[in-house]
T-cell receptor, first 115, second 113 residues
Framework: DGGITQSPKYLFRKEGQNVTLSCEQN?????MYWYRQDPGQGLRLIYY?????DFQKGDIAEGYSVSREKKESFPLTVTSAQKNPTAFYLC?????WGAGAMEQYFGPGTRLTVT | AQSVTQLGSHVSVSEGALVLLRCNYS??????LFWYVQYPNQGLQLLLK??????LVKGINGFEAEFKKSETSFHLTKPSAHMSDAAEYFC???????????FGAGTQVVVTP
């Protein structure tokens, strides 16, 4: 079955540690996205990638980094510079960038807790 | 620039009653509009989308939404609520020709017996 996988489902880290969240898709989509979700704030865009080997900052990129070395993979690193990293993180993809009527397909999310 | 406002962070409806979730948008260009649903600890699933083909859009699970340009609104409705409709609902907008989605803050729907 085609889709987006995110692992792990739950992740716990100590403050000051970097952590990498996995996002893999087998939909052959060009564009991929990372969102952060906090209660009452909807989804906020962290980074997006229009195509392999390219990525752009979203609205809240500070304290995060990404890479897009393969079309199917878009890992997100939450660095120690992120002030409030505890959140639910969602990865999404679309067949191509700029195709506005196309829906974004979402993964199941990773809940990160930093103490 | 575009933005989305969802009126009401929590809505409680009785089973069998009308579900009405409000969404207003602002966009400098004609937009594409979407409604997504999220069940607890899961990703988002598309309910329906407006792409300018028709102002009344039908989606999955009996939901529909009407695009009203004069009111800059895209409200979501379902005639009769089911217990399985309990979830969080997000309205989202992207300007044509597309790209980044702007999401509303979400509306949590509770369905009571």
């Amino acid at each position: 079955d085609g889709g987006i996988t995110q692992s792990p489902k739950y992740l716990f880290r100590k403050e000051g540690q970097n952590v990498t969240l996995s996002c893999e898709q087998n939909l052959n989509h060009d564009a991929m996205y990372w969102y952060r979700q906090d209660p009452g704030q909807g989804l906020r865009l962290i980074y997006y990638s229009q195509i392999v080997n390219d990525f752009q900052k979203g609205d809240i990129a500070e304290g995060y980094s990404v890479s897009r070395e393969k079309k199917e993979s878009f890992p997100l690193t939450v660095t120690s510079a992120q002030k409030n990293p505890t959140a639910f993180y969602l990865c999404a993809s679309t067949p191509r960038w700029g195709a506005g009527a196309m829906e974004q397909y979402f993964g199941p999310g990773t809940r990160l807790t930093v103490t | 620039a575009q933005s989305v406002t969802q009126l009401g962070s929590h809505v409680s409806v009785s089973e069998g009653a009308l579900v009405l979730l409000r969404c207003n948008y602002s966009s400098s260009v004609p937009p594409y509009l979407f409604w997504y649903v999220q069940y607890p600890n899961q990703g988002l699933q598309l309910l329906l989308k407006y792409t300018s083909a028709a102002t009344l859009v039908k989606g999955i699970n009996g939901f529909e939404a009407e695009f009203k340009k004069s009111e800059t609104s895209f409200h979501l409705t379902k005639p009769s609520a089911h217990m399985s409709d309990a979830a969080e609902y997000f309205c989202a907008v992207t300007p044509k020709p597309g790209g980044k989605l702007q999401f509303g803050a979400g509306t949590q729907v509770v369905v009571t017996p």
